[in-house]
């Protein structure tokens, strides 16, 4: 279930970070501004390990994993409308902000890893689930190479959509301590 979790959460992400400058030229003609909007995603990259840092060590690891995935699905099913506001720095913000979300994963998913399965088999399990981004990036790769056919709507309509997924599975995920209490 971690697995799949992960993956949800970085196809979106994923996609949007590596095509992110593609469809902002479809609509800004700017291109010193799209490379600053890489920037600005760095920074927020940055800045989320920090905030999910807090976020996790002050909640338990649902709210932590609901709230990412539901951020996560509502800046992209909605990256596409942002072209119509005609206000570029929106368009910065929301990648921004998916970026923000892409260190979540990584800040997050350690951490239920160790409180389920314990430090003593952290390194095996972090690695066995540490495979998703592999096919997370495959996955990227084969349908973003394929914007021109399939359109950029359809395309973040599949990413919200495969986020959904793991928004779903992070309610049935139900683990507690030996004590009763939530992860």
């Avoid at 314990?118 to 973003?144: D, E, H, T």
């Avoid at 950029?152 to 919200?160: E, Y």
Wanted: charge should be positive; proline fraction near 2%; hydrophobic fraction near 50%.
């Amino acid at each position: 279930m971690l697995f799949v979790k992960i993956f949800s959460q970085l196809v979106p992400t994923g996609f949007v970070i590596t095509y992110y400058k593609t469809f902002g030229q479809t609509f800004i003609n700017d291109d010193q501004f799209l490379s600053q909007v890489g920037s600005i995603a760095a920074f927020f990259n940055a800045f989320g390990t920090f905030f999910w840092g807090f976020v996790i060590d002050r909640s338990v690891y649902k709210i932590s994993f609901i709230s990412l995935s539901t951020t996560l699905i509502s800046l992209t099913s909605t990256l596409y409308l942002v072209q119509y506001l005609n206000f570029r720095i929106a368009y910065a913000i929301c990648v921004g902000l998916i970026s923000l979300c892409q260190s979540g994963v990584y800040v997050i998913m350690p951490t239920v890893i160790v409180k389920t399965f314990g430090g003593k088999n952290f390194q095996a399990v972090y690695g066995a689930l540490f495979l998703s981004p592999l096919l997370s990036s495959l996955m990227v790769g084969i349908v973003g190479s394929n914007s021109d056919k399939i359109g950029w709507f359809w395309l973040f309509t599949i990413c919200a959509l495969v986020a959904m997924i793991g928004w779903t599975l992070g309610f049935l995920f139900n683990v507690k301590k030996s004590d009763g209490e939530e992860i």
